[in-house]
C-alpha cells in the first residue's frame, strides 16, 4: 500500500498549503501535527497518524512521554522525539510569564513573605529546564529536623511537576543567618536523593529578616 506523504493529499486537504494561505491559527490541531510529522508509514496516512496522536495530547498532554508515543503504531523514535521537543519549546516560552531564578537572591524576592514568620517554615520551588518556576510549596510548617522533613514529601511534588531542578529554602524566626547542623544534614541528604531521582537541587537557600543564606553560593552545594 502506497504511503500518502503531505504533498500527495489532495490540494484542498494539504495542511502545509492551508497554513500559507490562511495563517497557522487556521489548522486544526491534527493537521497542525501532519506538518510536524511530514508523511504518514506504510499502511497509515499522515493524518490518521495524527489524529491518533491527537487522542493522546487529548488524554495526557501534561505526562506524555517518548514510551506513550511510540506506543502509536507507525510513531518512530524521531518523529516521536520531534513531538516531544515542539511540545516542550511551546511550554518553555508560555512560561516565560512565570518568573526566572538564577541566583538566590531572585529565591529571596520570591519567598521574602515567609522571612519573617513567627514559625518555621519549609519551602520547596520547582524549576523547568530554562529555570522559570512551575510551582511553590510549603511542604512543613515547625521546627526541622531529619526525621520530619522526609525526601518523599520534598520530591513526589517535583517528579509529578517534571521539574529539572528543585530549590529548597526555609526562614529563621531568630535572624540567625547560618546553617544550623540539622540544615545541613537535611541538605546532604536531599541532595543524594536528588542525584537518585534526577532532579538537581539547585539551592538551599535561609530566609531571615534582614537577607539570605545561600548553601550554593557558600559552596556547600
Known amino acids: 500500500m ?7 493529499l489532495h490540494n484542498h486537504d494539504k495542511p502545509r498549503e492551508k497554513l500559507v494561505k490562511k495563517g497557522v491559527q487556521s489548522l486544526k ?10 508523511s504518514g508509514i506504510q499502511g497509515k496516512d499522515v493524518r490518521k497518524l495524527s489524529r491518533e496522536i491527537v487522542a493522546l495530547l487529548d488524554s495526557s498532554f501534561h505526562t ?14 524521531a518523529k516521536a522525539s520531534q513531538i516531544l521537543a515542539s511540545i516542550e519549546l511551546a511550554k518553555r516560552y508560555t ?9 538566590a537572591e531572585d529565591v529571596y524576592n520570591e519567598l521574602k513573605p515567609f522571612a519573617t514568620k513567627q514559625q518555621e517554615y519549609f519551602l520547596t520551588i520547582t524549576l ?9 510549596r510549603t511542604v512543613f510548617i515547625g521546627t526541622l529536623n531529619q526525621s520530619l522533613v522526609h525526601p518523599r514529601e520534598v520530591f513526589t511534588d517535583a517528579i509529578a511537576d517534571r521539574a529539572a531542578g528543585i530549590i529548597i529554602a526555609h526562614n529563621h524566626p531568630s535572624g540567625t543567618l547560618r546553617a544550623s547542623r540539622a540544615d545541613i544534614q537535611i541538605t546532604q541528604r536531599l541532595d543524594e536523593v536528588s542525584k537518585l531521582v534526577g532532579i538537581e537541587l539547585l539551592d538551599h537557600v535561609i530566609l531571615a529578616r534582614d537577607g539570605f543564606y545561600s548553601f550554593a553560593d557558600e559552596g556547600l552545594l
Open 2 to 8: 502506497h504511503m500518502k506523504t503531505i504533498k500527495e
Open 29 to 38: 490541531n491534527d493537521e497542525l501535527l501532519s506538518v510536524l510529522l511530514g
Open 64 to 77: 506524555l512521554n517518548l514510551e506513550q508515543l511510540c506506543n502509536i503504531h507507525g510513531l518512530g523514535i
Open 95 to 103: 512560561s516565560q510569564g512565570n518568573k526566572k531564578i538564577t541566583s
Open 128 to 136: 523547568d529546564g530554562a529555570s522559570h518556576i512551575i510551582n511553590t
